[in-house]
Antibody, heavy 122, light 111 residues
Framework: QVQLQQSGPGLVKPSQTLSLTCAIS??????????WNWIRQSPSRGLEWLGR?????????DYAVSVKSRITFNADTSRNQFSLQLNSVTPEDTAVYFC?????????????WGQGTMVTVS | QSVLTQPPSVSGAPGQRVTISCTGS?????????VHWYQQLPGTAPKLLIY???NRPSGVPDRFSGSKSGTSASLAITGLQAEDEADYYC???????????FGGGTKLTVL
């Protein structure tokens, strides 16, 4: 049974860096059939895909245009987890952040989600 | 403003059937990309309900069904139950944005 467990601070000051981690159990961050995604949800922006990290002979990252200049993903194979860093945050980055898995077997739908982390920028 | 358009709310009495629409464009649903549906209960993460237009993951009741036509998709729920009261979101891929896009969500109220 695949589970994603998120961790990270719930409060970040404006202009600082938001950092979250998603620990994977029951699957591998290096899986060649999955991608590991970050999604956020706020009343003003709804559900917003932020990007993905995945391994296909090498590590790849795809970022949403809206955050591309400020976002970085990393994968830690020794801890089987992946992380998000969002720089220069503003109050508009206040949202619930989710990590989620997409797998080819379910045609790239998000089949497993983390529990969500409410992050307030203030 | 979300790339995919859903009605803000729908409602129905227990036992009835409701549908939720999801309208996109030629760069997402109309380009042939699959539509996925999620159910989100208050305070929880979204849960996959339908993948690629009309397929149910294991464990999802057959009261839930999906369809797609042209630039739109629909989620149908038959035999409404109180536990179906939740927010529902559609999701697809947009080739102009080179990424996943979501609908704004539809709140289902069971009367």
């Amino acid at each position: 049974q695949v589970q994603l467990q998120q961790s990270g601070p719930g409060l970040v000051k404006p202009s600082q860096t938001l950092s979250l981690t998603c620990a994977i159990s029951g699957d591998s961050v290096s899986s060649d059939t999955a991608t590991w995604n970050w999604i956020r949800q706020s009343p003003s922006r709804g559900l917003e895909w932020l990007g993905r990290t995945y391994y296909r002979s090498k590590w790849n990252n795809d970022y949403a245009v809206s955050v591309k200049s400020r976002i970085t993903f990393n994968a830690d194979t020794s801890r089987n987890q992946f992380s998000l860093q969002l720089n220069s945050v503003t109050p508009e980055d206040t949202a619930v952040y989710f990590c989620a898995r997409r797998i080819a077997a379910l045609s790239d739908s998000f089949d497993i989600w983390g529990q969500g982390t409410m992050v307030t920028v203030s | 403003q979300s790339v995919l358009t859903q009605p803000p709310s729908v409602s129905g009495a227990p036992g009835q059937r409701v549908t939720i629409s999801c309208t996109g464009s030629s760069s997402n649903i109309g380009a042939g990309y699959g539509v996925h549906w999620y159910q989100q209960l208050p305070g929880t993460a979204p849960k996959l309900l339908i993948y690629v237009n009309s397929n149910r993951p294991s464990g999802v009741p057959d009261r839930f069904s999906g369809s797609k036509s042209g630039t739109s998709a629909s989620l149908a729920i038959t035999g409404l139950q109180a536990e179906d009261e939740a927010d529902y979101y559609c999701h697809s891929y947009d080739r102009s944005l080179s990424g996943s896009v979501f609908g704004g969500g539809t709140k289902l109220t069971v009367l």
